[in-house]
């Protein structure tokens, strides 16, 4: 009796282990990338349209917990806070005050917004307000 007590602590233990180690691994694939955008919700304006030249772009720095990257135009760095599949992040720094449109403003906002993540089939990061994808990047080389 005392051995199958043991037995199947033993094995909810390694079940438990194993589950969080999954989500562990979720969160690494934010790690060591740099994003690109190629889709965002909810402007008027079409995608390309807000994003003519240069499309914005984002890392995350584990260590540190801040993301980096550009809004398209000028340069960004802010903190987030990342637990399990919650994200959301903090009020962006000082950008240098190039204007190149709307897209900068629509982008930074549409952070501020975020509380989730997720990635599609395909490795695509999504940024998410609750269960709907606002932001979609890509994975791009340095």
Known sequence: MKT????????????LNSCATKKNKEGEKLFNTNW???YMSGPRIAFD?????KKPEITFNKETSEVTGNNSCNGYSTTYTLDRKSLSFGEPGPTT???CGDGES??????KRIDSY???VDGKLNLMVGDVPMMRFKKIQK
């Open 4 to 15: 199958h007590f043991f037995l199947s602590i033993g094995l909810f233990i390694l079940i």
């Open 118 to 120: 997720s990635f599609d």
């Open 97 to 99: 005050m190039m204007y």
């Open 106 to 111: 629509q982008f930074l906002g549409m952070m």
């Open 49 to 53: 349209g807000l994003f003519p030249n």
């Open 36 to 38: 690109q955008l190629v």
